[in-house]
């Protein structure tokens, strides 16, 4: 059983805007306040591949962002930005997500860094 959370993110794929959060906690409390959709169910999900929802298209075109997690093998959530959308059916659209890599390896499951950022040059 797959959970899957639509949202709408003030970031994009290039990482300009992204937002770096002090714990796992204040991360998912932000990712939450930013569903529009969440669909609980689903089957397994891969990263970077495509995921199927139960939805028109038309509903779904203010998400931009995807957190999910795949609750039998593991609790850790994959977040991703949203780079297509196809419509299947009425209430099917397909979604061709990239996983966000900054986001998702932010934490580890635990809750503790899973990366550290050192010191670097900015150009401005």
């Keep these: 059983m797959t959970t ?3 949202l709408n993110v003030p970031f994009e794929s ?17 990712m939450n306040s930013r569903v529009v959709k969440t669909y609980t169910d689903l089957t397994y999900q891969r990263k970077e591949k495509r995921i199927r929802v ?4 038309d509903t779904l075109y203010n ?3 995807v957190a999910y997690t795949n ?17 299947m059916q009425d209430d099917c659209t397909l979604i061709t997500i990239e996983t ?3 986001q998702t390896w932010m934490f580890k499951e635990d809750g503790s860094e899973g990366y550290t950022i050192k010191q670097c040059f900015v150009e401005r």
């Design 4 to 6: 899957v959370k639509l």
């Design 14 to 30: 290039n990482y300009k805007d992204t937002v770096y959060f002090v714990s796992k906690q204040e991360q998912e409390s932000y």
């Design 54 to 57: 139960p939805a028109h298209i």
């Design 63 to 65: 998400c931009n962002y």
């Design 71 to 87: 609750t039998p093998y593991t609790n850790k959530t994959f977040y991703a930005f949203i780079t297509d959308m196809e419509y």
């Design 100 to 102: 966000d890599v900054l």
